[in-house]
Every structure is written in C-alpha cells, then in structure tokens.
C-alpha cells in the first residue's frame, strides 16, 4: 500500500513542478541581467563548496552502476571528480559573463506607414530536459535556463539520481538565497518511467522538450511527446584526411579527435583517408591508434599494414561505438568521401584535414551536419569550446536551433509593433 500511495503522490506531483514551474518561469522573464548573473555566480560556488556532498552521492550512482554491470563509456558519462565540479561550476561562470539574450532586437523597422516595428528575444518559458546518466548537464541546462529567463524541469536517468539530486538542491538552495524563485530548477523522480511520459505530456505547462542521450532516447521523446521537441543527436562523426593534408597534422587530429574522450557524442568514429596519401599515412595512423588501445574496423587497405585490423562492415561505418573503437576506409576522391559522409553520417560533426582551400570549401558545402571541422579535431564541438560558456546539448536537426545550443537557442522572439493611433 505504501508503494501505491508514493506512486499517486508522485503521479500527483508531476503537474505541481509544472505550474510551480511556471509562476517562477513568469518571475525570471522580468529578472534583471544581474540579478540572474548573481544566482549563477552564487550557484557557481556552491557547487564548488558542495563538491564532497556531490562526489558522496555521485559516488553511490558509480558504485551502482558497476555493480549492474554498465559499459564502461556510460560510467565514464556518470562519473564525477573535484575537477569535472568545478569545470561545469567555471560553465556557469562563463555563462554569467556572456550578454543577455532577453531583449535583444533581432531586426526592426519604421514601415512605410508609421508603424515601429521590432524583433525581440523572450524566454521561452518553462524547458523540459530528458537526459541520460551525465550529472554535468544537471548543472548547464539549469545554468543556461536560468540566464535565457526559463524555468527548467530536469528528469535525469536513475543511474544517476543521486548526483542530480545533490546538485539540484545545490542549485535550488543557492537560487532562492540571490532572491530568484528556487522552483526555477526543479528535478522530476528519475525511479519512476512515468515521470518522463508526464513530462512529454504536459502541453500548456511546458513549452519545450530537449531529449539528450542515445538514440533509443531521443527517438522515444520525439515520437511520444505532444511538447514541441529540439533533437539532440548521435555523434557518428568522421574525420576525412585529404590528399593535400599535412600528415603531421591529421595523425595529431585522429588521436585526439578519437581517444582524448571516448564516451562523448563529438568523438570521432570513422577515419576516411584519400588513396593519394594511403601509403604514406596508413601505417603512422594505424599504429598510432593501436598504441592508444583503438580497435580499428578497417577495409582491405587498413588491414594489410596490421594483422589485427577486424573486417569492416556498414554496420560499423554506421555505429557511434563511444569506446575506443573506430571504422576506416581508404577512399579515392573527395567526392567519394563526401558521398560516405553523407550515407553514414547522424549530421552531428565532421572534419576534413587538408591545405586546399579548394578541397575544404567542397567538403563544407557537399556534408550535411551541424559543425564542419577544418584542421581541427571534432572536440571543438563543444558550447564552451566555442565560447558559449555551456550547452544544453548538440542539435542535429534543422530548425531554429542546430549545432552548439546555448542562450540565443533558449529564447523565442516576440514583435513589438508601435503605432500612433494606427487603424487598419
């Protein structure tokens, strides 16, 4: 009986966080840029202050994880130390010094009969998040929620409950004392399936969901959820190395791009290398990435520098592995790599090495995704690599936001029209 009544109660709750969601949503869209800078500088250091209570809990979710079994990319996602807390604390930081986007005049104009009319970014409103076992993006959604004038309803996975929970009630706690609502940043029961389903479910108490995680995920938020969704998507990213490449670099560009962190969506999982430059390259990459543990699912090319180069099939051109594995194929043109690149690719990020102006803009133009890489390793993927200060996640889609999503892809626009006694 005690079981059912938490359930009804919890089932009870889930429109609760949502209307308290949107009195404190309606509260932030009027808060001052300092004031909002002030909660994410006081949130940033409570976090800092925190990080023993964050890695006790944190450290309880790892424990659990390895026990159940979890890949090991996944517990690398799910694992926290002092200097992971106090990377996604700098995030907040680095989000409290970038300009507000609340306010900002898109366009505007007098038109030919008087009317003043402007373009103006507004909050969304209320932002439901979806998402895996990465207690980082607890921090950074609420962070960039909270900057862009948006309410957030966070529903991590259970494998990492209790690190969300430790560091939303950091948050909420640190909110409420710089004098903005707490109920700003709220955490949805990750023990109960159905709270994801009511989450998806809440049109007219929440305007937008964001899916982050695998595949399986993000599908189920899209074909599920009656919530308008921004996709975030699988990383299978390639690096293509060009017949006019400097060598030098394009070895430095692979390992990092593939080993620097295996278990993140902008690795790179699939090398593709120019026929002009396979005799030279192949054997300095292959062994460099055996060096580093990669398994390579290699074509005939690959396979002849070295014995334990596996047979690579589509599947594997197709699969983001997260893990130190990686597929390879040795192409005779750029045109024939783009043409891999757009059968194999999620539209995440892709990379081409070369010194061609030429070669570089062809690739730009002829790949469909969300970042093209020039000389530079797919990790730049990244809202604080490129100076965002933090994301919320990586869209792969083609709406109004795509790439990096940061402040300027949390807020909406209004038209502000003003007249002199105008009638139509």
Do not use: W
Not at 117 to 145: F, K, L
Not at 162 to 184: F, K, T
Not at 264 to 292: I, K, T, W
Not at 407 to 413: F, K, N, S, V, Y
Request: charged residues 20%; aromatic residues 2%; proline residues 4%.
């Amino acid at each position: 009986m005690c079981a059912t009544r938490d359930r009804v109660c919890a089932t009870r709750a889930r429109p609760r966080a949502g209307r308290r969601a949107r009195v404190a949503a309606a509260s932030l869209a009027t808060a001052t840029r300092a004031e909002k800078d002030a909660a994410l500088l006081a949130a940033a250091d409570a976090l800092v202050a925190g990080t023993d209570d964050i890695l006790t809990a944190n450290g309880l979710d790892v424990v659990t994880a390895t026990e159940q079994g979890t890949p090991e990319h996944v517990v690398d996602r799910l694992r926290l130390d002092p200097e992971r807390i106090a990377a996604f604390a700098q995030g907040l930081r680095d989000v409290a010094a970038l300009p507000d986007p609340v306010g900002e005049v898109v366009r505007g104009s007098t038109l030919p009969n008087g009317l003043r009319m402007q373009q103006v970014r507004v909050p969304m409103g209320v932002i439901g998040m979806i998402y895996e076992g990465r207690p980082n993006v607890t921090a950074d959604a609420a962070g960039i929620c909270l900057k862009a004038g948006n309410a957030v309803l966070l529903r991590g996975s259970s494998s990492a409950a209790r690190s969300n929970a430790a560091i939303i009630d950091v948050m909420r706690s640190a909110v409420a004392e710089a004098g903005l609502p707490q109920d700003c940043v709220q955490g949805l029961p990750a023990d109960d399936r159905s709270s994801a389903q009511h989450l998806m479910q809440a049109r007219g108490l929440v305007d937008l969901v964001i899916p982050r995680g695998g595949a399986g995920l993000i599908q189920a938020v899209v074909e599920q959820s009656t919530v308008p969704v921004i996709e975030t998507g699988v990383g299978n990213c390639h690096v293509y190395v060009d017949a006019d490449a400097d060598l030098d670099m394009a070895l430095d560009i692979v390992i990092n791009a593939k080993t620097q962190r295996t278990s993140v969506c902008n690795a790179a999982e699939s090398l593709l290398v120019h026929a002009d430059v396979a005799e030279g390259f192949l054997p300095r990459v292959v062994a460099a990435l055996l060096e580093h543990g990669v398994l390579i699912h290699g074509d005939d090319a690959f396979r002849a520098v070295d014995a334990s180069v596996v047979p690579v099939t589509d599947e594997d051109h197709a699969t983001e592995f997260l893990a130190l594995e990686i597929s390879a194929a040795v192409v005779p043109s750029l045109e024939a790599a783009v043409d891999h690149v757009r059968r194999f690719s999620s539209h995440h990020t892709e990379a081409i090495v070369t010194s061609s102006l030429a070669a570089a803009h062809r690739f730009t133009r002829g790949v469909d995704a969300a970042a093209v890489m020039v000389n530079a390793s797919t990790r730049f993927t990244d809202g604080a690599e490129l100076g965002f200060g933090a994301e919320i996640g990586i869209s792969t889609q083609k709406l109004h936001a795509r790439g990096p999503m940061a402040l300027t892809e949390m807020t909406t626009t209004t038209y502000v029209v003003v007249g002199d006694g105008h009638v139509r």
